[in-house]
Structure formats: structure tokens, C-alpha cells
């Protein structure tokens, strides 16, 4: 496995503004950082479950469709790619949008099952980088609880320095959308290139 790629993935994913991210700066500057770990706990669960389902989903499909994999690999590509052009195209928005400010534990967890973002994560980390090398239970079982965790540490640090990333994209969008997008390209490259 290309541990560059992956790991540039996974981390430009897990620290990039999204529904956890986005929930967790705005709780923690609601009610603190102590008082919205909860919210963050649960994410952290929710993050598990969803990646031992996508681990699940992948590992019958490798098994049923052993042909499946070059597909895959463009299709987790192709996702990355796309991913880089909405970061490298973002706007500033007019306004902030609603958000629902909770803390619960359960909120965290269920958020998971329908966060976009969580779920494109699982599949493309999955089926582009774990299986075509791990195939191994303890191998994925080792990968899902480090897909999680760098998720939760995402979560954990949009809510400690909230702000401060917050007034960093405001500031440097351009160059730091610029940053990300070439980061995800390569990325995308590098999966295709190392099979």
C-alpha cells in the first residue's frame, strides 16, 4: 500500500470541513469542549460502525467478485477526484447555515449512518486502499479502528480549535483549497499508479 496516499486521504478527509466537523466546532463553541465530547464520543462510535459495515460490504464483495477490484479502484479515484474539484471550487457561503446543536452521545452515533462524507470515507478508504493489500481480519480490523480514530481526532479538533480553523479558511480559502484539492489529486494519482 502506498502509505503517503493513503494517509493524505484519510487525514485531508478527516480534518476538512464536514457535518461532524462543522457540528462539533459549533457545539463546543455553544457549551465547551467538555460538556460536547459526548456528541464526539458517539461520532467516534458511529465511525466504527459504519467502517466495520464497509469493511463487511467489501470484504463479501471481494470474495463474491474477485474481478471487482480495478473497478473499484477507479470508482475510489474518480471520488477523489471529484472531491478535490468541490475543494478546490468552494465559495465563502453568505451566511451560516442552521445547524442542530446537540451533544448527545446517540446524536453522534446516529449522525454517522446518514453523514455522506463518513460513509464516501469508509467505502473509498476500503475499497482503493485496505483490501487490494490487507485481507487478513486483524489487518482490517486494525485499519477500521484507524480510520475511526483519525475521524474522531478530526471531530476533537474542529472542536478545540473551532475558531481558529474556522477564521484559517476564512482568511486563506483560496490557498487552502488550492492545498487540499493538489493533495487529494495526488492521492488519486499515486492509488492508480502503485497497482
Same mark, same amino acid.
Given at each position: 500500500?502506498?502509505?503517503?496516499? /493513503?494517509?493524505?486521504? !484519510?487525514?485531508? @478527509?478527516?480534518? @476538512?470541513?464536514?457535518?461532524?466537523?462543522?457540528? =462539533?466546532?459549533?457545539?463546543?463553541?455553544?457549551?465547551?469542549?467538555?460538556?460536547?465530547?459526548?456528541?464526539?464520543?458517539?461520532?467516534?462510535?458511529?465511525? $466504527? #460502525?459504519?467502517?466495520?459495515?464497509?469493511? $463487511?460490504?467489501?470484504? #463479501? #464483495?471481494?470474495?463474491?467478485?474477485?474481478? !471487482?477490484?480495478?473497478?473499484?479502484?477507479? *470508482?475510489?479515484?474518480?471520488?477523489?477526484?471529484? +472531491?478535490?474539484? $468541490? &475543494?478546490?471550487?468552494?465559495?465563502? =457561503?453568505?451566511?451560516?447555515?442552521?445547524?442542530?446543536? @446537540? @451533544?448527545?452521545f446517540f446524536t453522534g452515533m446516529i449522525l454517522q449512518f &446518514?453523514?455522506?462524507? *463518513? &460513509?464516501?470515507?469508509? $467505502? %473509498?478508504?476500503?475499497?482503493?486502499? !485496505?483490501?487490494?493489500?490487507?485481507?487478513?481480519?486483524?489487518?482490517?480490523?486494525?485499519?477500521?479502528?484507524?480510520? =475511526?480514530?483519525?475521524?474522531?481526532?478530526? %471531530?476533537?479538533?474542529?472542536?478545540? /480549535?473551532?475558531?481558529?480553523?474556522?477564521?484559517?479558511? =476564512?482568511t486563506y480559502r483560496k490557498a487552502t483549497n488550492l492545498i487540499?484539492?493538489?493533495?487529494?489529486?495526488?492521492?488519486?494519482? %499515486?492509488? +492508480?499508479l502503485d497497482r
Amino acid at each position: 500500500m502506498n502509505f503517503a496516499a /493513503f494517509f493524505s486521504y !484519510v487525514f485531508l @478527509t478527516a480534518f @476538512t470541513p464536514g457535518p461532524n466537523n462543522i457540528m =462539533s466546532m459549533t457545539n463546543a463553541g455553544k457549551y465547551g469542549f467538555k460538556k460536547s465530547f459526548p456528541f464526539n464520543l458517539g461520532i467516534f462510535m458511529g465511525f $466504527i #460502525l459504519v467502517m466495520s459495515c464497509c469493511a $463487511i460490504f467489501f470484504a #463479501l #464483495l471481494y470474495d463474491l467478485i474477485p474481478t !471487482v477490484e480495478p473497478a473499484m479502484l477507479a *470508482v475510489g479515484a474518480a471520488y477523489i477526484l471529484w +472531491l478535490a474539484w $468541490i &475543494i478546490w471550487r468552494d465559495k465563502p =457561503s453568505d451566511g451560516k447555515k442552521s445547524l442542530m446543536q @446537540t @451533544t448527545s452521545f446517540f446524536t453522534g452515533m446516529i449522525l454517522q449512518f &446518514i453523514n455522506v462524507k *463518513v &460513509i464516501l470515507y469508509g $467505502i %473509498t478508504a476500503m475499497s482503493s486502499f !485496505v483490501f487490494p493489500h490487507y485481507r487478513a481480519f486483524a489487518d482490517i480490523a486494525f485499519f477500521i479502528f484507524l480510520l =475511526s480514530f483519525i475521524g474522531f481526532a478530526g %471531530t476533537c479538533c474542529w472542536s478545540f /480549535f473551532g475558531a481558529a480553523f474556522e477564521q484559517l479558511f =476564512s482568511t486563506y480559502r483560496k490557498a487552502t483549497n488550492l492545498i487540499m484539492a493538489l493533495a487529494l489529486v495526488y492521492c488519486a494519482v %499515486t492509488m +492508480l499508479l502503485d497497482r
